[in-house]
């Protein structure tokens, strides 16, 4: 379980944010970061909320390989969905998780203007794309790194980093 009080920082930005489904989708990528897939580092994005404004400004890079299944298989808490989505993770492109924590799309490419985003040296197009769809949108941005570091952005900016191991130590 992630530490309350980053919870707490996280939701505080987001009105209404559903606090069970953003603490789902922080420690499938805390699992992501740690684990990787195949013994490579792996890094993704996940836009969470306002899920339909994030759709309406994103498009698929491929065949969305989620497209057509069962609701009730795509919630972020099912343990196939957590397993098909660290697979899906080593593709290109975003998730999009709904205010419900379903997983509604896979692979997407994030169509927001980064003018105006300022980012630390050394975060790149996965950051920049995640802080830019923040800033447009009322969604919350979960990115994992190559480098095992977890990123969160609201309103254009970088809130919050998780270091995996960090936090497995401090409990």
């Known amino acids: 379980m992630l530490v309350a009080h980053l919870l707490d920082k996280i939701c505080s930005l987001k009105e209404s944010a559903n606090r069970p489904v953003l603490e789902s989708v922080l420690t499938l990528a805390l699992e ?18 306002d899920s339909a404004e994030v759709l309406k400004r994103s498009k698929c890079l491929i065949y969305d390989p989620l497209l057509g299944h069962p609701e009730p298989l795509k919630s972020i808490d099912h343990a196939d969905m957590r397993e098909t989505v660290k697979e899906l993770a080593r593709l290109d492109g975003a998730f999009v998780v709904s205010e419900e924590g379903m997983v509604l799309s ?26 830019s769809m923040t800033r447009e949108t009322q969604a919350l941005g979960v990115v994992v790194s190559e480098s095992s570091v977890v990123r969160v952005f609201a309103k254009g900016e970088l809130i919050e980093e998780l270091v995996p191991e960090v936090l497995v130590r401090s409990r």
Do not use: D
């Open 106 to 131: 896979a692979c997407r490419y994030l169509n927001a203007s980064a003018e105006g985003i300022n980012l630390l040296m050394g975060l790149g197009s996965r950051h920049m794309a995640a802080a």
């Open 32 to 49: 992501i970061a740690h684990e990787g897939r195949g013994g490579r580092k792996v890094g993704t994005i996940f836009m969470v909320f």
